[in-house]
């Protein structure tokens, strides 16, 4: 048995990242205005170079955390990845009960529910390798097509006749 490993994108963990650059650059802020300056020992190059150590050090674990908490496994068995308390569950396939979209933050995720548990698996939307996921995803057999149909992007176009005059 083939067993697939797929991980959300960087672009994904810095959605949750990004608040940390927030909390430095308001940290910061904070102190610029609340008049440390008339202290003759406060160096506010020393305040800038703390609130930009934390933002960056609290941005990068955070990125590490949530590459390895959206870890998802896949396999002709089942998928396997952490539910809504952060267990890590294996689910076959033939006891997934539904699959849906789900947005926290604005960050798309997959929920997929089991008839084995009341949690449902957490899968972000936007895992990588994306075309091994859907290669996977099909590979599974005609039991993941719920899963794998939230995952395809469908793309529609619209034909316009440039030939004709518009009118």
């Not at 067993?3 to 610029?32: C, Q």
């Not at 703390?50 to 941005?59: E, L, R």
């Not at 994306?130 to 005609?142: C, F």
Request: some cysteine; proline content about 5%.
């Amino acid at each position: 048995m083939i067993e697939h490993r797929f991980r959300p994108t960087y672009r994904f963990g810095l959605a949750f990242a990004f608040p940390f650059v927030a909390l430095g650059a308001g940290i910061g802020f904070v102190a610029v205005f609340r008049d440390f300056h008339s202290d003759p020992g406060f160096d506010l190059g020393i305040l800038i170079g703390i609130c930009v150590f934390v933002a960056a050090v609290g941005a990068i674990l955070l990125l590490f955390i949530v590459r390895w908490y959206g870890k998802v496994l896949i396999n002709s068995a089942g998928v396997s990845a952490r539910d809504t308390w952060g267990r890590w569950r294996a689910v076959p396939w033939d006891s997934v009960a539904g699959v849906r979209r789900f947005r926290v933050l604005g960050s798309p995720f997959v929920l997929l529910s089991s008839r084995q548990s009341r949690w449902s698996l957490w899968l972000a939307r936007s895992l990588e390798p994306r075309d091994a996921l859907i290669t996977a995803l099909v590979d599974a057999g005609p039991s993941a097509a719920a899963v794998r149909a939230q995952f395809e992007i469908v793309h529609h176009r619209v034909s316009v006749d440039r030939t004709q005059p518009a009118g």
